[in-house]
């Protein structure tokens, strides 16, 4: 839920870059705030041209004010918890309460302010990455403008030059920030309603953490070895599914500002990738996929009509990705007897569990871990575990829906006959086919 933080009328207010119509501390717009973990409804269009708003993963669409021509935005960066998915919460930094922070939407053509206040204990700036700004605007700490120090409100002022999907990221001690969660997401709609438009309209970014087991704050030092694996700074099962209706034309956008790519597939269904954060892609240049691959720094945008129902895993196929608190310096125990090595571990250590034999197969064990750390695999489905975790979710397709209803619908009711079965064994040898020479021993 949004709760008011108070009016900044005493903050300190410098601009990004020389600005013409330089607005007063005093006229600061409030800084909603969020505390909910759950996808927040689209926020509609009180005035302007009309558009159909987007629902942000696990996070909600940032409220403005009109003054006079402008839309007014108000982002606080800040220390804030963020829930990976229940049973473990972790200290980022972020924006207005969360981890990344809101989405923050206009549509082609407008004129926005947005004001940046620093709660941090360090100096900061916010990038409009992909987005055609003036250079004063562009948020590079020392080169475009001063950094924002601590406990000081900058403002932002361009107009939205083009439509698409974007981020929003600092560029001030920027290996520290981004490691800790500051980012989000910019979507900026087509001035015309009706250019590609779509039923749904989902979007969140990526991003990567090291938080060993037992601990509640990332090594942001790290490079290459994370083990925590987020959407919107989530892990499965804390992310959202993906309600929609059939039949159905969706749009899920993406951004990655993590440390390596993605392919992010969609099982069930193909699709084609119509945007980055370059722009809109040319509908003769597009091509049916199953996986798009989302490079570092990037945004891949693709559309799908939903005509397959029922629950559609979608997530990224690097399988390490689909993992939580995974530790990379395991044996493998594979094919090798457990007798010996339980005789000989539970000397050492009575309580531990000697893994591997036969695969890891995470669904029926029960392994001690500390306070605050989640199983590698988990997630249950009406089938039994579903064994996964980092970045992974369901797109529930169902039929009858209403048209902003985004709620979880449950698991779906499959029709007789429509599952997979067991069925018996085939004989050890079979039956010679008639004519065929017998096989000589």
Not at 411 to 435: K, L, M
Request: charged share 20%; aromatic share 10%; with cysteine.
């Amino acid at each position: 839920m949004f709760s008011r933080r108070g009016f900044l009328g005493t903050a300190a207010l410098a601009s990004a870059s020389a600005i013409s119509g330089r607005v007063q501390a005093a006229a600061i717009p409030e800084a909603p705030h969020m505390d909910k973990v759950v996808m927040q409804p689209p926020l509609y269009p009180t005035n302007g041209p009309d558009y159909r708003p987007v629902v942000t993963l696990n996070g909600w669409t940032l409220p403005f004010r009109m003054n006079g021509d402008w839309k007014e935005f108000h982002l606080v960066a800040e220390p804030v918890v963020r829930e990976f998915a229940e049973g473990m919460k972790v200290n980022l930094w972020g924006y207005n309460g969360q981890s990344p922070g809101p989405t923050i939407e206009a549509v082609e053509g407008d004129k926005v302010r947005i004001f940046v206040t620093n709660r941090l204990p360090e100096y900061t700036t916010v990038h409009w990455h992909g987005m055609i700004v003036p250079s004063g605007m562009d948020g590079v700490g020392g080169l475009n403008q001063p950094h924002i120090p601590s406990g000081k409100t900058f403002v932002y002022e361009f107009e939205m030059k083009k439509s698409g999907t974007f981020m929003y990221h600092p560029h001030s001690d920027e290996m520290v920030q981004m490691a800790m969660g500051m980012m989000g997401m910019v979507v900026v709609h087509p001035r015309d309603p009706n250019f590609r438009s779509v039923d749904r309209d989902f979007v969140f970014v990526m991003s990567t953490y090291r938080v060993d087991p037992g601990t509640y704050l990332p090594k942001v030092n790290e490079m290459t070895d994370f083990n925590m694996w987020t959407w919107n700074s989530r892990v499965f099962p804390g992310i959202d599914p993906l309600p929609v209706r059939l039949g159905d034309k969706v749009r899920v956008r993406i951004g990655n500002l993590s440390m390596t790519n993605h392919p992010i597939h969609l099982h069930g269904h193909s699709f084609a990738v119509t945007c980055t954060d370059g722009g809109w892609i040319a509908e003769s240049a597009q091509y049916p996929e199953t996986t798009t691959d989302v490079p570092v720094g990037a945004v891949r945008v693709f559309d799908v009509l939903a005509d397959n129902p029922g629950d559609w895993a979608f997530h990224c196929h690097k399988s390490h990705h689909t993992m939580n608190a995974m530790g990379h310096d395991m044996r493998n125990m594979i094919g090798v007897s457990r007798k010996d090595l339980v005789r000989a571990v539970g000397k050492l250590a009575p309580d531990a569990m000697v893994m591997g034999q036969a695969g890891m197969a995470m669904g029926n064990m029960e392994m001690p871990a500390p306070d605050n750390t989640l199983p590698m695999m988990t997630g249950a489905g009406q089938f039994g575990p579903i064994e996964m975790g980092g970045m992974f979710t369901v797109m529930k397709i169902r039929e009858g829906m209403a048209r902003d209803d985004y709620r979880d619908p449950g698991p779906y009711q499959f029709p007789q006959g429509t599952v997979a079965y067991e069925v018996e064994a085939p004989d050890a040898a079979p039956a010679r086919q008639p004519g065929a020479p017998a096989k000589k021993m």
